[in-house]
């Protein structure tokens, strides 16, 4: 028996990187799973179905409302239950203040904030009822102290922990938890395009002197979503390698 046996979890975008790391982790630990993206997923849906769970790709704009609502009544309908909601799904338009454009600045929070408030809004109903479940918000620690030249970025990071904090304390009586993981610098192929002496710079910053890796973000998740945090609610787990303290 996996910590995740007969919980139905769902991921948005999981087609690829840590989204993808912690739905196969789930996955092992026994989770059926629904994740999202901007298109189907056939190849890693049937990666995670071979973990031996149901697994289904749906296809959406994690930023767009009236999706998401249909989605989430999708993997109801489909799974019967929702137990654990990640909130993955994010990109990045980085740039100065002084360049950076409104699209820029709007696409961000869009895609990496409002996306949480419409996943999190269709899914409290069925939590309610169920009276518990688990919300996962995927921060990060520019979220935390902020990064130059990532303005949008990091207010869209550190408005994912204010949401997790702000929705544990409103649905704590319900049953429902709600934290925040903030990844440090994680070894994925948007860091693999990052030069090297870039990648040293920041390993010198961090005391473990490395960068992570997705499936120590995918452990901590398991951990959020399980009931070995039954007690834990309102927090921001940072996975830095110590680069924040």
């Given at each position: ?24 982790k ?22 995670i ?16 409302f ?23 799904a994010?990109?990045?338009k ?8 409104e699209?820029?600045?709007d ?14 809004h ?81 390993k ?17 998740a398991?951990y959020?979503?399980s ?19």
């Open positions: 028996m996996g910590l995740l046996s007969g919980k139905t979890a769902l991921i948005t975008g999981a087609a690829r990187g840590i989204g993808k790391a912690i739905a196969l789930f996955a092992e630990e026994g989770a059926n799973i629904a994740f999202t993206d901007l298109a189907v997923n056939e190849e890693t849906e049937a990666e179905a071979a973990k031996g769970v149901k697994a289904k790709s749906y296809a959406s704009n994690a930023a767009d009236a999706q998401t609502e249909e989605v989430v009544k999708q993997v109801k309908e489909e799974f019967g239950s929702i137990d654990i909601l990640v909130n993955n994010g990109i990045t980085d740039g100065l203040m002084l360049r950076m454009t699209q820029q600045w696409a961000v929070i869009a895609v990496n904030l409002k996306s949480a408030f419409n996943f999190i269709a899914c409290i109903p069925v939590m309610m009822r169920q009276r518990g479940g688990s919300i996962i918000n995927m921060a990060s620690v520019v979220g935390v102290h902020g990064n130059a030249g990532q303005a949008n970025y990091a207010a869209s990071k550190a408005g994912l922990i204010a949401l997790a904090k702000s929705i544990a304390q409103e649905m704590g009586p319900k049953g429902i938890r709600a934290n925040a993981i903030a990844p440090g610098f994680i070894e994925t192929a948007m860091t693999a395009q990052l030069s090297d002496e870039i990648r040293e710079e920041w010198k910053k961090i005391p473990l002197r490395r960068g992570g890796q997705v499936e120590d973000i995918a452990n901590t398991v959020l979503a009931d070995l945090s039954s007690y834990v609610s309102g927090q921001v787990i940072q996975v830095d390698g110590g680069m924040n303290m």
